[in-house]
DNA sequence: CTTGACATTAACGTAACGTCATAGCTTATA
DNA sequence: TATAAGCTATGACGTTACGTTAATGTCAAG
């Protein structure tokens, strides 16, 4: 005679898993002594070994129930049902990993594109328009070096430098969570606005502005939503504190 | 902007499964109306796709939750490590049909058993030894790609396909005594190569090879000769037969 | 004004236990 | 022998992703 404990060590399961199958009646013990312990003899532990068979092929208990309770045939067609829903798990599983794997290719493939129009906007079309509403903020002559600068880059260079600018907006968005007044995120603003000099040497006020444009303009939003759907927002604040607090 | 019944019909969902999804936050109305019906506009919606896409890729919905509020290299990597579940779920699915087929055969014994085991060489595992010496001789992209198609099938469909493929092994041994040149043969043997189809389309070598196989690998050996002690020979026969006057 | 279609929240049921909580019983040790 | 440690019992909530009533409120049409 076994106590739940024993059993429990004897078939590797919890102690609570004999109480819940003693409660639906798929494994009730052999006696309930005086003191109102269960216990279990040597064919409970055999049939526990059963179901414990069967739970392993995935068969849900109240079938398992069934099954030990119904003669042979019937427990060769049970077998048969469930070789039939293996087969269909595995058929759909199959079909799972597929559709994950074009949708993991489909991603990087995104990313990739995003990677390269991120900064796109500063590319030769992009920023002409960019430049036009520039123009009316700042200096003309402040934007026109900046095209100057940029155009004078070498392919590598440019395609190195949007890496780099991308890498800011990626660390950025990791650090989203400490708050956008966080040193981190401060040092990570800090890095940008040196990024900058790239392009043009902006004074506070202007990064501000740009920082706002970002937001603002569809195709730098339209860039920024596809990283993260609150960086813009979060991206203008940092560097709102960040201006805040060097002008200060 | 759409009330629930409206979005519900829209994806294809239940009321109450938009209920739940606004009641754990995952897909929280545009905003609600004075009545406190909710109102859901194509934001919404997009979200709502997205999130009956990776549910139908079996994600938790916690997990999309995450996924979803997460910028893309994270999507990446989670479905990265779900691609490592589902795989592990496959390998263990097919483990569980090979137990659910011993077990059956156990129960069974042997008898009965071999009708519907004949054609059971093409499931998993011993298609996979099957599929090994294949590859061997043929294509093997050929052979995954009939391992697919086989996979694909319903089980319902699968079932119907051994049936008929035994029947004609059944047909073919109530033909042997007319000769494997005999016009019903022939016939047979045509039928057989028309149900390979269900697998691959062989060629006429590759079908000539196949017979041959039947001959000498001792799994499909053995069912050949439970069946008939003569057949696998006989078959050979007239498959060749069949071959010469087809290429020929 | 009633009816019917639609909306809301609340709450139970599902599968197979895990995880407390509370309380009684047994055994070992000081 | 008293006490602590260890085992036992029952009860009940938590988990997942909703389905399914139930009770009740709102809106448009006849």
Redesign the pocket.
Known sequence: M???????ILAG????????????GLLK?AK????????YDNVALLRLQQ?LFY?ELD??????KELLDAPGFEQVSALENHWDALWARLARTERLIKTVEDTIQHLKGEKEMTKKKLFAAFSEEEQSAYAKKAEEQYDPETVRASNRKWKNYSAEKKQEILDEGNQVYVDMIAAMPQGADSAEVQAIVERWSAHMDYFWRPNLDQLLGLATMYGQSPDFKKNFDSMHPDLADFFREAVRIYVDSQSG
């Open positions: 076994y106590t739940v404990k024993k059993l429990s399961v919890s102690v609570r898993t004999l109480h819940y199958y003693d409660q639906i013990p309930i002594a005086e003191n109102g312990y269960r216990q179901i739970r068969f849900k208990l109240k079938d398992i």
